[in-house]
């Protein structure tokens, strides 16, 4: 993505993420982007692409704050992350995942479909490289998606049962 493109994806992620897939209208896309409707639909020319596009740029965005900076392989990793994911929920104010949230909008789209899909399994893999280990890291994205689903609900408790949880993964035994 050129800059002028990152700009406006990621104006489409905020409206999208405020007011949800089936609410904000084409004025509202193209004035939380802050381009004319012109530039709007030559970098996204679909109200598809335009909701593949914030999805891509928050991935993108997600990737980087799981993936910055992590201590070695082990527990610590596992803390890290976990402690990253309850600032990312609290930053979101607990409202859970925008990728399924377009799923669920868009069910019939091979396009937000195959990009989910393709997030999830990014995640994983991340996780799995962030773990130094397939199986660990596949138990990490089941604990990492039960954290943002709960979060709502639980709070800042979901992140301290998944850092015990993950602490048993590597085990270490709960005190």
Same mark, same amino acid.
């Given at each position: 993505?050129?800059?002028?493109? /990152?700009?406006?994806?990621?104006?489409? @992620?905020?409206?999208?993420?405020?007011?949800?897939?089936?609410?904000?209208?084409?004025?509202?896309?193209?004035?939380?982007?802050?381009?004319?409707?012109? %530039?709007?639909?030559?970098?996204?020319?679909?109200?598809?692409?335009?909701?593949?596009?914030?999805? $891509?740029?928050?991935?993108?965005?997600?990737?980087?704050?799981?993936? %910055? $900076?992590?201590?070695?392989?082990?527990?610590?990793?596992?803390? !890290?992350?976990?402690?990253?994911?309850?600032?990312?929920? @609290?930053?979101?104010?607990?409202?859970?995942?925008?990728?399924?949230?377009?799923?669920?909008?868009?069910?019939?789209?091979?396009?937000? &479909?195959? %990009? &989910?899909?393709?997030?999830?399994? @990014?995640?994983?893999? !991340?996780?799995?490289?962030?773990?130094?280990?397939? @199986?660990?890291?596949?138990?990490?994205?089941?604990?990492?998606?039960?954290?943002?689903?709960?979060?709502?609900?639980?709070?800042?408790?979901?992140?301290?049962? !998944? /850092?015990?949880?993950?602490?048993?993964?590597?085990?270490?035994?709960? !005190?």
């Amino acid at each position: 993505m050129d800059g002028l493109e /990152k700009k406006i994806a990621a104006g489409l @992620e905020q409206v999208f993420w405020e007011k949800g897939f089936a609410g904000p209208s084409v004025p509202d896309l193209k004035s939380g982007a802050g381009v004319s409707l012109r %530039t709007l639909y030559r970098y996204f020319p679909s109200r598809e692409a335009m909701v593949i596009g914030a999805l $891509d740029h928050r991935h993108a965005r997600y990737l980087k704050i799981i993936q %910055t $900076d992590l201590p070695p392989c082990g527990p610590l990793v596992a803390d !890290a992350l976990f402690d990253r994911l309850g600032d990312w929920m @609290e930053q979101t104010k607990g409202k859970g995942c925008l990728f399924l949230q377009a799923r669920s909008a868009y069910p019939d789209s091979l396009a937000i &479909v195959e %990009t &989910v899909r393709r997030h999830k399994k @990014e995640i994983i893999a !991340a996780l799995s490289s962030i773990a130094c280990s397939q @199986e660990i890291g596949a138990r990490l994205y089941v604990l990492h998606e039960g954290v943002t689903a709960s979060y709502a609900a639980m709070g800042q408790d979901a992140v301290l049962e !998944a /850092k015990v949880l993950a602490r048993g993964l590597f085990g270490i035994r709960a !005190a």
